[in-house]
């Protein structure tokens, strides 16, 4: 694994990898892509438009995409409708809401770091973490099996997998900016337990995915 340099930090961390299995992110994607009733359905929309966003991401410029033509990407399945289900104002299950509605600060304060106004940057960003899972789904593994690890391993066991994230998805992981998938944002701040802001850790992951790529 590579691992990046980080300030040291005094005590070690035990079953850290059942901590990751509790944040917000994980019991959102859970309570959706888990769940047998409608909420599945809608996780099935979802996942239609996120395979949109990104193959269009892949073979184009971020900035150039519009609900238009993300809906028509998402054929036979898109519609003006259900875009608007899955992204915007309006949406069902905002992946940013269930951090408001956690009503902790940290929560709030990276709500309000990815509070987005434009409903296709909203899309992008859950579409980063739908991209993200399965590397994050293999670092909690990793950490699961490893054992009590200091914070600055387990920094750099997040590091590590944003980067191979972002070497096998550079368009997207480039998109907005290098802003790193919510999720890892809320992982580096429970390491830290309260002594990172949400501003820091976005700028600082958002570093991390502009040099490593």
């Known amino acids: 694994m590579s691992m ?14 059942k901590e990751l299995a509790f944040t917000v992110v994980s019991r959102w994607h859970r309570k959706l892509s888990a769940n047998p009733t409608a909420k599945r359905s809608h996780w099935r929309t979802k996942t239609v ?12 410029s971020a900035n150039q995409l519009t609900w238009k033509s993300i809906v028509d990407a998402a054929a036979p399945h898109g519609s003006r409708s259900t875009f ?15 951090f408001i509605d956690e009503g902790h600060t940290d929560s709030i304060q990276v709500a309000l770091e990815y509070r987005r106004s434009d409903a296709v940057a909203q899309l992008l960003d ?51 900016g290098h802003t790193p998938p919510i999720c ?30």
């Open 184 to 213: 890892a944002v809320e992982d580096l701040m429970l390491i830290r337990k309260g002594r990172i802001t949400a501003v820091r850790a976005v700028a600082q992951l958002t570093d991390h995915l502009r040099r490593t790529m």
């Open 126 to 176: 859950e579409t980063k973490v739908w991209s993200y899972w399965s590397f994050r789904e293999r670092m909690v593994k990793d950490i699961s099996a490893a054992g009590p690890l200091s914070p600055e391993a387990l920094e750099a066991h997040v590091c590590d997998s944003l980067t191979r994230w972002s070497r096998a998805n550079q368009p997207l992981a480039a998109a907005l």
């Open 49 to 60: 438009y996120f395979d949109a966003v990104a193959s269009l991401v892949a073979t184009g």
């Open 84 to 98: 608007y289900e899955v992204a915007g104002a309006h949406a069902r299950h905002p992946l940013v809401e269930a």
């Open 4 to 17: 990046t340099t980080l300030a040291p930090h005094p005590t070690a961390t035990p079953d850290f990898g």
